[in-house]
């Protein structure tokens, strides 16, 4: 039986999405940072194995993703797509 795991994330960040300047998260992309960060040799060194992720620090990932989705925005703005 195959299985599929969702996680929910919650602020963590894999990118910037197209209204990212109207909630302050411009260059937000923690995964993205973390990353880097394992690419450079600064992360854990007691992780094993490579740290492989395709969005890094491109925005348009994340954007053709979160337009997949309808999203609750608390300011105000309710439902968006």
Partial sequence: MKRAFIMVL??????????AERFGDVGADTLGHIAEACAKGEADHGRKGPLNQGAKSDPSWAGESTRRFYRFHSGGNGWQR
């Fill in 10 to 19: 919650d602020s963590f960040g894999i990118g910037a999405t197209e209204d």
